[in-house]
């Protein structure tokens, strides 16, 4: 009977065990290591580079705005993206689950539509939230806001379109100098909700969420973020997102260079453009680090420190004594 | 800040090195070359040799 | 000097001789003692071949991972508010920032320095797995953090991180504007998680050994004569 078989060839490149000695325990010649010690000196170093750096340059803290900041500072915007709010034209609006179910907002991956899966977990009714609610919380509530209820929808529609595009069409998009319409309650209601911003108040009840506690701050996040005031200052702090803006820190200070991959690809073309650009980049993301914790199973990539030798610099000491 | 290779922006202070679409800035960019140099150093200084074991 | 085979294991006279292992502790005991016993746990020595300034980022990253975890203890002990009112805040802040950018500084070195080295030969496939797992678990429990500022930038991160969230459907159980559920992640799940698979990782790389060199031969000097290392 044969016992002997042509010995299958191993790749020293992969992750098997396999015969060689890679697999087997060092039997060969050591040195004297002291494993407690390495880690006191490495602790003892890390904490001093690290009271170093922040002795020298500290951290960034650019203060939080709010409703009441971004009402002062740019009351027309405040007021257009109020309106579009009760309009129910924003974005936030139309954004679809988690907050709403408007058809056809979604981003999908050909037929896999992960964000309509979820579900509306997070209902967010923009002019009620927004507007209404904020609104009627006030010990005398305007009388707008009995106007706007009893009206019917096409009513309401056209009463904000009306003084959406006026608003547009006002010298620095200024409420006060809009031209005369049928707006219905729409101005009266906008005056009070931007003098409930300026005194602070808004940002009360809108954190609130007629709550004592509350720890979520996604209303006031999704308000602010329908209009251009926290658009514009991130932008001005080269945050957004085709400025490398995930990578980025304010200031000269390092922000999340290990987002590099992430980022890059909202930099370029087809990507930038993509009405789905979050979950295409996402799943192209997760791949790429799937393939680099898989580098050990894909043939080429494995092989790579073989054919570019780097490895003889770390063992040059080895290879030289051999 | 000295401005390094090309300086694409400076925005009140902030530095950005680049070119074009690519632009990165200072703080990462010194980050990301510390990376770098600290790993050619690794490979190229001298390692002291081991104790002698009694 | 170099670690015990099974059979030496086996004829130490404490354990098996005088009872076979019946309980599942005893069991998982022996199976564990087998695996990583402790002379191969806690070293004296270490082979020759390691002998490379490469071989400190790992050790780098893990002793800046414990300045990280050391200093959001501070932060999270005294509260979100803390370092916008206080210097010491400020500074302990500042420490957190840069003992995180050291972390992935070390971390990243280290990838480059394994990858090149090819260190999952010899069936450390596993070690190579849990590596490139606690830099992604890491990244996460960065991203976590910066959510927890309470300034300018967490509001525009979590405004803008929940889109991909959104897209990839998991917006609303993980929402970054919700800071309740953010300060449960960053400062429970995503550090117990990377402390964990950090361990797993540095508990192969010791049941393992360091990877030797490509190439490494029975012939060579090193393997041939067993014998101190010289001066």
Redesign the interface.
């Known amino acids: 009977m044969s016992t002997t078989k042509p010995a299958r060839r191993e790749n020293p490149m992969s992750w098997r065990t396999g015969t060689g000695i890679a697999g087997r325990p060092w039997k060969g010649a050591v040195r004297e290591y002291d494993l407690f010690k390495e880690l006191t000196i490495g602790l003892v170093a890390a904490i001093l580079l690290v009271l170093a750096a922040s002795a020298l340059f500290g951290s960034p803290d650019d203060k939080a705005v709010s409703l009441k900041s971004w009402a002062v500072a740019q009351p027309a915007d405040f007021v257009a993206t109020a309106t579009a709010e009760l309009a129910g034209t924003s974005d936030t609006a139309g954004y679809g689950p988690p907050y709403n179910s408007t058809p056809g907002a979604t981003q999908t991956l050909g037929p896999i539509d992960l964000q309509t899966l979820a579900g509306v977990k997070l209902p967010i009714d923009t002019a009620q939230a927004f507007v209404l609610g904020p609104l009627s919380s006030l010990p005398t509530p305007p009388s707008g806001v009995a106007t706007w209820k009893a009206a019917s929808a096409d009513q309401r529609t056209a009463w904000t379109d009306a003084y959406a595009q006026a608003i547009d069409k006002a010298k620095n998009h200024d409420p006060a100098d809009v031209a005369a319409g049928d707006y219905g309650p729409v101005p009266a209601m906008m005056r009070t909700l931007t003098t409930m911003a300026t005194q602070g108040s808004l940002d009360s009840v809108i954190s609130a969420q007629g709550k004592f506690y509350n720890l979520d701050y996604t209303p006031a996040i999704l308000f602010m973020g329908d209009g251009a005031y926290l658009n514009d200052l991130a932008a001005g702090l080269h945050l957004s997102g085709d400025q490398w803006g995930m990578m980025n820190e304010t200031g000269n200070y390092p922000g999340q260079s290990w987002l590099w991959l992430f980022s890059f690809f909202y930099q370029i073309e087809p990507f930038a453009s993509l009405p789905n650009a979050d979950i295409v980049v996402v799943v192209l993301v997760a791949v790429l680090t799937l393939a680099l914790m898989l580098v050990p199973f894909i043939p080429g990539l494995r092989s790579i420190p073989r054919v570019i030798p780097i490895h003889r610099l770390v063992w040059r000491d080895y290879y030289r004594r051999r | 800040m000295v401005p390094l290779l090309a300086l694409a922006a400076q925005d009140g202070g902030t530095v950005y090195l680049g070119w074009g679409a690519f632009t990165i800035q200072l703080g990462n960019f010194l980050v990301i070359a510390a990376m770098v140099v600290l790993f050619v150093l690794a490979l190229v200084l001298p390692f002291p040799k081991g104790r002698k074991r009694s | ?3 015990p085979t099974r059979e030496q294991v086996a004829q130490h006279p404490a354990d098996d001789e005088i009872e076979p292992f019946s309980t599942w502790t005893g069991r998982a005991r022996r199976w564990m003692l087998t695996k990583l016993p402790p002379d191969k746990l ?13 071989y ?2 790992g ?2 990253a ?3 991972l ?2 990280v975890i050391a ?1 959001g203890l501070v932060l999270s002990l005294n509260g979100p508010s803390w ?2 009112v206080s210097g010491l805040g ?2 302990v ?7 995180v ?2 972390f ?2 070390f971390m ?2 280290h990838l ?2 394994k ?4 260190a ?6 596993l070690t ?2 849990t590596g ?2 606690s ?2 678990v890491g ?1 996460a429990a ?2 976590t953090g ?1 959510l927890l ?8 991160i ?3 991180a ?3 969230l ?8 993980f ?1 970054v ?5 953010m ?1 449960t992640w960053h400062i429970v799940l995503l550090p117990l998680g990377v402390a964990a698979i950090v361990a797993f990782h540095v508990i192969l790389v010791r049941m393992h ?1 360091v ?13 041939a ?7």
């Open positions: 000097m170099t670690a806690l070293p004296e020595s270490q082979p020759s071949y390691v002998a490379s300034w490469i400190v980022f050790m780098g893990i002793a800046s414990a300045v200093s370092w916008h400020h500074f802040n500042s420490t957190h920032l840069w003992s950018e050291f992935f500084l990243v070195v480059w320095g990858f090149w080295m090819a999952w030969r010899g069936g450390r496939v190579w797995i490139v797992l830099f992604a990244i960065a991203f910066y500022q309470s300034n300018f930038e967490s509001q525009w979590s405004f803008e929940k889109d991909a959104n897209a990839a459907g998991i917006g609303a159980w929402n504007a919700n800071l309740g559920q300060f050994g990877v030797p060199p490509l190439d490494a031969a029975e012939s060579d000097s090193q393997l004569h067993v014998k101190e290392a010289s001066e």
